[in-house]
């Protein structure tokens, strides 16, 4: 798997790494060949060759050093790329995205996971994410706001151990009435759909229904973040009565509603349908104040 990444990327010009932890931070066309054994090579790429032997001659002729190593400002941070193809392997072998991350501090405003890539138009959605908590009061699990003005197009929230508010469109929605989150790791999936104008619920992959609510679809172009509420773009106006102190488990949202199989299987196998259009996994987000993250084993009920 990295081997085949890695030559991809040498055609194309991109950040890779081998298996040793090799930077490789240029086009191939940029390096020098080292005459001799190639067996050297990824030190060349990285500029720290000492010197790679050259072919056994009569005198056992030594090989040329290699080119000096690359300019400070040339150099390339290959955690990004390193990231990525952890997450391709850990989704091969679990099925899901997985990541966790521990929020461990109350009333603040300073820790929280921001979504980095551009987030997609929404005219139907499932949102799923492992939660455990023992705090419960008005806290936030998800919030995308697409406009100052539009600070709550899509909010999550807590409002005690047996309540949570979906809000769409700047209004809320729907209030659900659930069994005890408290202190046990809870698996929620929320979906809409404007086209048949519903929304719904599952808690462990048991559906709590389905509702009817007047909406148009979620504008693109915002910012989302978990484990605080907006009052902005950007995570602006964030309040400290509002932060969420817990650990929030592979937050995946699909551009569709998944049906009861599919939830079931999320839930139940860690399998999800490939179609995610987002994962917060470390190749897309950044983490901000005491935000902790790690990759335990893949949650299921």
Request: glycine content about 8%; hydrophobic content about 35%; charged content about 15%.
């Amino acid at each position: 798997m990295f081997f085949v990444s890695c030559l991809h990327c040498l055609v194309s010009g991109d950040c890779q790494s081998n298996t040793n932890q090799v930077q490789i931070c240029a086009p191939i066309s940029s390096f020098t060949p080292i005459p001799g054994n190639s067996g050297d090579f990824f030190s060349q790429l990285n500029g720290r060759a000492a010197g790679s032997r050259g072919k056994a001659g009569p005198k056992g002729e030594k090989g040329s050093r290699g080119p000096p190593g690359l300019e400070a400002d040339n150099e390339c941070n290959c955690n990004q790329e390193l990231e990525r193809l952890r997450n391709e392997i850990r989704e091969l072998k679990y099925g899901c995205p997985h990541i966790m991350f521990n929020f461990p501090r109350l009333n603040q405003i300073t820790d929280y996971v921001r979504y980095r890539p551009y987030f997609p138009r929404l005219s139907s959605a499932t949102i799923c994410m492992w939660v455990r908590t023992s705090d419960f009061t008005h806290n936030c699990l998800l919030s995308y706001a697409s406009s100052d003005s539009r600070n709550n197009e899509m909010v999550i929230m807590l409002e005690a151990a047996t309540r949570i508010d979906f809000y769409l469109y700047n209004s809320r929605q729907k209030i659900f009435r659930i069994p005890s989150m408290m202190n046990q790791w809870t698996h929620l999936c929320f979906w809409f759909s404007t086209a048949t104008s519903q929304l719904g619920m599952y808690v462990n992959g048991t559906s709590l229904g389905s509702f009817r609510y007047p909406g148009s679809n979620i504008a693109g172009g915002g910012t989302l973040i978990i484990a605080q509420e907006q009052d902005g773009v950007n995570a602006g106006g964030l309040e400290r009565s509002q932060a969420f102190s817990g650990q929030i488990s592979s937050p995946i949202i699909w551009q569709r509603v998944l049906n009861s199989s599919e939830i079931l299987d999320v839930t139940q196998r860690c399998i999800c349908p490939r179609d995610h259009a987002i994962t917060m996994t470390m190749d897309n987000v950044e983490l901000h104040g005491a935000t902790q993250y790690e990759m335990p084993d893949c949650l299921v009920v």
